[in-house]
């Protein structure tokens, strides 16, 4: 078995959707990036690859190129998975937070985990996401950014599957 860990922040900002988990979420602000700025997605990205003993997010999907330029994370997702099944692993569960003063996440939940394990080709039960405020202190409580956290558990694929 192997573990990864996942880390990422997004700065929020007026003019942009916000999109967590694959899922759009109504709100007045949205995260700044290169791509869909899908910071859940993006810590679970990086979670599977440390898994793997692969490279980061950045080296195989570089914010300075315009194949990625606003693209949807769910498909850097995908491309995840596909790397990860070329290492012949596959996920035995994710977890994950999301740290967030507003807007509210908790109804957004169940959506995001059954968009994730769709890509993922997962039981949504392998997939579990938090969210939480800290409480209006530092940069997503003062609700100027959004970070996530992830860590995953893969094992090897077993013969003859
Ligand atoms: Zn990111």
Do not use: W
Request: proline share 2%; net charge neutral.
């Amino acid at each position: 078995m192997r573990i990864g860990i996942g880390y990422d922040v997004h700065k929020l900002d007026y003019n942009r959707d916000l999109i967590l988990g694959g899922v759009k979420i109504p709100h007045e602000k949205g995260l700044v990036a290169h791509s869909d700025g899908d910071c859940l997605i993006h810590a679970i990205i990086d979670s599977i690859l440390g898994a793997c003993g692969l490279y980061d997010i950045g080296t195989y999907f570089p914010d300075t190129s315009d194949n990625f330029k606003d693209i949807s994370s769910l498909k850097l997702l995908e491309k995840t998975r596909e790397l990860m099944e070329n290492e012949k692993y596959e996920i035995s569960n994710i977890d994950s937070i999301i740290i967030c003063q507003k807007p509210k996440i908790n109804p957004y939940i169940n959506i995001m985990r059954e968009t994730l394990c769709n890509v993922l080709r997962i039981d949504i039960s392998q997939i579990t996401i938090k969210a939480t405020t800290e409480e209006k202190l530092g940069f997503t409580g003062k609700e100027k950014g959004i970070a996530c956290q992830a860590v995953c558990l893969l094992h090897k694929i077993k013969k003859g599957q």
